[in-house]
């Protein structure tokens, strides 16, 4: 704006206004000029109308100003400066509309005395935050290993804060927000994909944020859902392969070596990265290995799954801790497609220093090969089969001497599963006999139907009882089996469940 020297203006008034010019010799009036409003810091959000206030007393006859700088903005009454924006309102006190950055600095509200007095405004405009550059230009396509540098600029008044996040998900290094306004992710790879969020933020207005999508090109890597599928003869199996890769990559089957297609028995599907192999009515030439093989420009992977016809493993579903001091009634379910033809339950003294997590023994001296054990059944007695919850279970009580060995011997029982059950559960219970008072023992168990061996549980932890309790001479016997073994037992029915009590 054009500067007006105040002097100028002062000789421009009338004399009626210059009374202390046009009155010579007249002596100063008894009450001095002065300032009601002191000197203070304004802050203004840009937009915003700023009023700064002069309210002064006894200012007759001198002239009050606003002064930015030299720029004369008013003397008295009158407006000097061409800003249309600036106004006297209430008095002398000065008004700026739509306030920018630039109206930013000093202002001076002064009474021409001889010896001017005034006081100084500071006026400080407040300016939300702005994003005006991210680097990447809001999209960045990158290769699976490669560093990506995303920076993010931002202005604002105070200097806004600059901070990234990444949406519905953590940052790579494990933080939910990073203060800076660079942003370095290493080794990408797939998960480190997606949109991540830039946001500058000083406190004036709303917060302003830019985000960038980061795409990761990648070879494809495949997860199985299950490595074993369990099935049986007329039933359906499902096959699953996760596949993932950018870009989308295609899917193929293979059963060993020879490539699947589509027919009326094998069904190929796929939902997002899901892909599946349905096989209806399975026959024993289904059984085996299968694999998916997913391509695409950057690469190939393979991963193999087996359908299986065997036994699921085993799980243990009896107390871990006996009623008996001398023996431990031992049961377990197993899941099979086919018939269980027999099962061979191990056993042995708890090994020592060994940690317990969950009844199973934390440690490879668990683990066993049956060709090191003595195949040889300690006890005998009747088997049990009835139906519970679907499923077939068999019992055997042991009637053996009192069996002595070396703290780390395995003993192996081999337990026919007589009769037969076409249950998908079927269990089997059996006592073990010749047990020491107040001891942990582990047991591991597989099972076997006309397709093989089922794989080896974890070491099953159980424990005998100090003293036996008043229960001790009841033991679950046979029913529904259509046999029963012949022994010295008297009979005595309890809910509906038949148990023999046994005589010394």
Known sequence: MPIVPLELLWSALPCAVRISACRTGQGMMKNEPMFISRSETFKFIAG??????????????????????????????????????????????????????????????????????????????????????????GHLQVKKGSSVRIECSASGNPTPNVTWSRKNNILPNGEEKLHSHVLSIENVDRHKGGVYICTANNGVGQPASSQVVLHVLYSPEIAVERPVVFSGEGHEAMLVCIVHGETQPEVIWFKDTMQLDTTERHIMENRGSRHTLIIRKVHPQDFGNYSCVAENQLGKARKTLQLSGK??????????????????????????????????????????????????????????????????????????????????????????????????????????????????????????????????????????????????????????????????????????????????????????????????
């Open 311 to 504: 036994p699921n493993v085993a799980v243990f579903n009896s107390l871990a801790i006996s009623q008996y001091k001398d023996r431990y009634n031992i049961s377990w379910v197993v899941d099979s497609h086919s018939p269980i033809e027999e099962y061979k339950l191990s056993f042995r003294k708890a090994p020592q220093g060994h940690e317990v997590v969950d009844n199973a023994i934390d440690s490879q001296s668990s683990h066993h090969s049956s060709s090191s054990s003595s195949s040889q059944m300690y006890g005998s007695g009747q088997n049990l089969h009835r139906s519970n919850h679907g499923g077939g279970l068999s019992n055997y009580g042991g009637y053996g001497n009192l069996m002595h060995w070396g703290r780390n011997d395995w003993r192996d029982v081999v337990l026919p599963a007589i009769p037969r059950s076409h249950h998908f559960s079927q269990g089997m219970s059996y006592m073990i006999r010749g047990l020491d008072p107040d001891q942990q023992y582990e047991a591991t168990v597989q099972s076997r139907n006309h397709y093989g061996w089922s794989d080896l549980t974890k070491s099953f932890v159980f424990s005998t009882s100090s003293n036996d309790n008043e229960m001790r001479d009841l033991s679950v016997i046979s029913y529904g089996s259509g046999t029963i073994n012949r022994q010295q037992f008297g009979l005595l029915t309890l809910s509906g469940a038949i148990f023999s009590l046994m005589f010394a």
């Open 48 to 137: 915003e109308t700023i009023v700064l206030p002069c309210e002064v007393a006894n200012t007759d006859p001198y002239v009050v100003a606003w002064k930015r700088g030299i720029a004369i903005l008013s003397a008295g009454s009158v407006k000097v400066t061409p800003d249309p924006r600036v106004h006297l309102v209430n008095g002398y006190n000065l008004q700026i509309r739509d306030a920018s950055p630039t109206d930013a600095g000093d202002y001076i509200c002064q009474i021409a005395t001889m010896d001017p007095r005034e006081i100084t405004h500071t006026v400080e405009i407040l300016v939300p935050p702005r994003i005006h550059h991210i680097s990447t230009g």
